[in-house]
T-cell receptor, first 116, second 110 residues
Framework: NAGVTQTPKFRVLKTGQSMTLLCAQDMNHEYMYWYRQDPGMGLRLIHYSVGEGTTAKGEVPDGYNVSRLKKQNFLLGLESAAPSQTSVYFC???????????????FGPGTRLLVL | GNSVTQMEGPVTLSEEAFLTINCTYTATGYPSLFWYVQYPGEGLQLLLKATKADDKGSNKGFEATYRKETTSFHLEKGSVQVSDSAVYFCALTKGQNFVFGPGTRLSVLP
């Protein structure tokens, strides 16, 4: 199993450009998440999905859109990139046993984005 | 709402020293608690977890006990190694999501 993979690993954008980050997981997990990590701020949730065809806003959703057309993929889009979106982006997936405690998240290796 | 507070870093220790990284939380209900570790240039990996009060999570010599009375989940290791140098995140569940602390950077010197 590859686990959670992210593409690309690194990208440089100019202000106003658009791009899509791809996250893929091969563990048949229902839940998928997009976070951004900035120095001193830990991880902040951008958007998440509780299943194929569903998405929901997290803590910092502005400027981002997401889609979950297939269970294994979760796409994060930036329609018009801004310098404030310079960050490291992590995707994660998780599952939950019926009636059981929340299980752990599995993280991808991250995408480093620089917006000039 | 649910939140996590971690001790500020960075923490610098000599090899074989004792490690404690404090984590306290506020939560409604009974969240699961986690410690994640992030090595340079990598994503987060689960280090250990506990799902109910008084549970002790352990892995690779690290331990943490879910203390409901003090709302804490402190991470400890009796003898750190250079290879333990990383950023450590305390986290808890919040409904369908997770809430992470800001992270504590640990540097272990030989």
């Amino acid at each position: 199993n590859a686990g959670v993979t992210q593409t690309p690993k690194f990208r440089v954008l100019k202000t106003g450009q658009s791009m899509t980050l791809l996250c893929a997981q091969d563990m048949n997990h229902e839940y998928m998440y997009w976070y951004r990590q900035d120095p001193g701020m830990g991880l902040r949730l951008i958007h998440y999905s509780v299943g194929e065809g569903t998405t929901a806003k997290g803590e910092v959703p502005d400027g981002y859109n997401v889609s979950r057309l297939k269970k294994q993929n979760f796409l994060l889009g930036l329609e018009s990139a801004a310098p404030s979106q310079t960050s490291v982006y992590f995707c994660a997936s998780s599952y939950e046993l019926a009636g059981g405690p929340k299980e752990t998240q599995y993280f991808g290796p991250g995408t480093r984005l620089l917006v000039l | 709402g649910n939140s996590v507070t971690q001790m500020e870093g960075p923490v610098t220790l000599s090899e074989e020293a004792f490690l404690t990284i404090n984590c306290t939380y506020t939560a409604t209900g009974y969240p699961s608690l986690f410690w994640y570790v992030q090595y340079p240039g990598e994503g987060l990996q689960l280090l250990l977890k506990a799902t109910k009060a008084d549970d002790k999570g352990s892995n690779k010599g690290f331990e943490a006990t879910y203390r409901k009375e003090t709302t804490s989940f402190h991470l400890e290791k009796g003898s750190v190694q250079v290879s333990d140098s990383a950023v450590y995140f305390c986290a808890l569940t919040k409904g369908q999501n997770f809430v992470f602390g800001p992270g504590t950077r640990l540097s272990v010197l030989p």
